[in-house]
């Protein structure tokens, strides 16, 4: 087990609506990570923050944002959600932002409808 | 623009056949190159990396920087292998660190 856990792992919401999706990183990682998969597009990154700071923004759409607390916990906020958003969204983390060792969570299954 | 292609979606072979599973890339600098496999039900986890240069499960890749290439491969596949096969790259410097870009995936079915 890789210790990135993410919650809810399944989630079935109406277009328009707001939702948010839980990590927490393995225990002494310092950065996190979001990715979205979906059929179409593929694996994406979107976000990562490091030690509660933002340090690099990928694919995200201005509807999506994210945090990091201080407990180094993440949160992904995504609304106005469109059936498009509907995808698989991993976190992952690693002990620093070199990216050498990434350990994904097993995901956030998010369906619009 | 910085891409990684991998052009097989399925690949399935005999238990004991070689195993080659292709990646291309394109990226404007030294990327770093790994490769992430992902389980019937299980989460995406690092197989390799180039920097590394080790052998894990009994694949190996090697960067090959003129072809811009980095394919997995195994002399002998075992039914345990059939899982989706994902190459990735990141820069090596400053923010493009850790940010991977994934191709599409190959899905490798090793058959009895």
Known sequence: ??????????????????????????????????????LDQGLQFLIQYYNGEERAKGNILERFSAQQFPDLHSELNLSSLELGDSALYFCASSVDFSGNTIYFGEGSWLTVV | AQRVTQPEKLLS???????????????????????????????????????????IKGFTADLNKGETSFHLKKPFAQEEDSAMYYCALSGRYGGSQGNLIFGKGTKLSVKP
């Open chain 1, 1 to 38: 087990d890789s210790g990135v856990t993410q919650t809810p792992k399944h989630l079935i919401t109406a277009t328009g609506q707001r939702v948010t999706l839980r990590c927490s990183p393995r225990s002494g990682d310092l950065s996190v990570y979001w990715y979205q998969q979906s």
């Open chain 2, 13 to 55: 072979v005999f238990k004991g056949a070689p195993v080659e599973l292709k990646c291309n890339y394109s990226y404007s600098g030294s990327p770093e190159l790994f490769w992430y496999v992902q389980y019937s039900r299980q989460r995406l986890q690092l197989l390799l990396r180039h920097i590394s240069r080790e052998s």
